[in-house]
């Protein structure tokens, strides 16, 4: 048991490191941003995640693909706890807003810039 206890105690001295690694060089805010975005599925949930796909950040902003126009309009009734549930997985908060766009139009121009 001791032995598992120090390698996570290591893993904790490593996950500090690296923070304030990314933290000096001024990128901590975009990596914790980016992780917002990959942890879309498990924050919202598998049913509003079956609905929409996170597609890229942009300045705190996420933008999401939504099915249809009807859960357009669902999600931003709860857009403010789902920036607060992301911000509290990330540990800081990187995220002010979200933006929902509908799965008709074009997003092809999005995904250059974000990506």
Known sequence: M???S???GEQ???GKVLHGLLSSWGIDGKVRERQAVNMWSQVVGASIAEKTEAIG???????VRVLSS???TELIFVKQEIIDRLNRAVGRRVIRDIVFLGSGGRTDHLHK???
């Open 2 to 4: 001791a032995r598992v």
């Open 6 to 8: 120090k390698r996570k």
């Open 12 to 14: 904790s001295s490593l």
């Open 57 to 63: 950040v942009e300045d705190g902003k996420v933008f």
């Open 70 to 72: 009807s859960w357009k």
């Open 113 to 115: 810039i974000l990506n």
